[in-house]
């Protein structure tokens, strides 16, 4: 959690440095966003790979499987991370204006996708390397690495961004060359940290197929759960500039206030639920796995949900840290307000979802978001919202009834499910049981 609080923040100082620029930059970078997602969902896909297989032979005593899903992970990661480098330099511009966006905004989008992409390798790494640490029990030394690597970046992003002292002012290009250098930072530093004794995983040479086949088949689904809700956001947000550019910008910030006051907590609990869950199946007792799992559910609702309370009041003066346009500001509060009022539900999805990785059950939560995106956010928000009239009134609901829908599906495959005897046979098959 406090990883993912410098992590958050380092996403809201950019929001808020764009947007001393204009709610067009605001815009730009948002949209750019939804590309950059691309390489964060693989890289969070097959990190979900690693640290279910992680935590799993942790729990078991089986450190050389361990060490061989982690050395696959990170270099697969590597290689997919390729093809993103030559689309942001070639088509950056383009893809920002396909959306529908402004040339103004195209031309700075584009500029900003280009250098964020040049590092998707980078950050897959990033990703993977921190969640198989993760597995192993060893939270701390992700967070040294990223806390160190964020502030960085939230220094860089103010100082290049808006020239402050010595440094020129780069602006939009200067937000981006912050990320990228984050990035290099982190993959390079925990390369490092698994390459010496520092932490209890290391790299191997890989050997092993059956291990190579389930880390893409448990990856496979939440790279497509991934993709999918990043497709998804495109009309999404083709939706949103439909009814002006104030509008999508107030999503964007709406947004960025609630993922920076819940998102460190679900975040966490998504994490520390697939690591507690991976755990105790590894020790063959999937009982104390379901428990863990519903116990880990109970403490977001307490802590997320009561957060959620607060944001709903607080939405106003929240989103005015981001913008002085009062038409922005007023959407972007009643954004605000609805992910208050997801809360709950949205922090037991994520923390469900989590404990169902741990599981090795990857394809439910990919159900869950799939349907959920595609059925209410994109297809409820445009029935109701441009088809029938009710604008962007019906996108709240949409957004809300999203993650009413996925908290059902992944709370039915969680108690229905079998995840804990699949876990269990897949674990046979690797030779991480006796």
Do not use: C
Request: glycine residues 12%; charged residues 10%; without cysteine.
């Amino acid at each position: 959690m406090a990883e993912q609080v410098l992590r958050t923040l380092m996403r809201t100082t950019d929001i808020v440095v764009t947007g001393l620029f204009s709610p067009a930059a605001v815009a730009a970078i948002g949209l750019a966003d939804l590309y950059a997602r691309l390489p964060l969902r693989i890289g969070l896909g097959l990190g979900g790979g690693a640290i279910a297989l992680s935590s799993q032979d942790t729990g078991s005593g089986a450190t050389a499987n361990r060490d061989e899903a982690v050395t696959q992970a990170i270099l697969v990661g590597a290689l997919t991370g390729l093809p993103f480098v030559a689309f942001g330099l070639l088509a950056g511009e383009f893809a920002i204006s396909v959306l529908g966006a402004p040339d103004r905004v195209a031309a700075m989008g584009g500029t900003y996708l280009a250098i964020i992409f040049v590092t998707a390798p980078a950050r897959h790494v990033a990703l993977i390397g921190a969640r198989s640490l993760q597995g192993t029990g060893d939270t701390r030394t992700p967070m040294y690495v990223n806390v160190v690597s964020n502030l960085l970046n939230i220094g860089g992003t103010v100082a290049l961004g808006l020239g402050l002292g010595p440094f020129p002012e780069w602006r939009i290009v200067g937000v981006g060359t912050a990320t990228a250098v984050g990035n290099v930072f982190t993959a390079v530093a925990l390369l490092l940290a698994m390459r010496t004794s520092w932490t209890a995983a290391s790299f191997v040479r890989p050997r092993d197929w059956t291990i190579t086949r389930q880390l893409l088949t448990v990856s496979a689904p939440r790279i497509a759960e991934g993709l999918a809700a990043t497709v998804a956001e495109f009309p999404f947000n083709a939706i949103l500039l439909s009814f002006g550019t104030s509008v999508n910008a107030a999503y964007q910030i709406g947004r960025r206030v609630y993922q920076q006051v819940t998102g460190p907590l679900s975040r966490g609990y998504n994490v520390a639920a697939s690591v507690v869950v991976g755990q105790a199946l590894g020790d063959g007792d999937p009982d104390r796995a379901r428990f863990e799992g519903w116990a880990t559910t109970a403490l977001g609702l307490l802590t997320v949900g009561t957060i959620g309370v607060a944001l709903f009041v607080a939405a106003e003066p929240l989103v005015r840290l981001f913008t002085s346009d009062a038409r922005t500001a007023r959407y972007a509060a009643e954004f605000a307000r609805t992910y208050g009022v997801a809360a709950p539900f949205l922090v037991s999805y994520v923390v469900l979802a989590g404990s169902l990785q741990g599981g090795s059950d990857t394809k439910t939560p990919f159900l869950a978001r799939t349907t959920g995106m595609f059925g209410f956010m994109v297809g409820f928000s445009w029935l109701f919202g441009v088809y029938l009239g009710y604008r962007v009134v019906a996108v709240y609901a949409g957004i809300l009834l999203y993650y009413v829908w996925a908290t059902a599906v992944v709370g039915a495959g969680f108690y229905w499910g079998g995840w804990a005897p699949r876990a269990a046979k897949m674990m046979a098959e690797r030779g991480s049981t006796e």
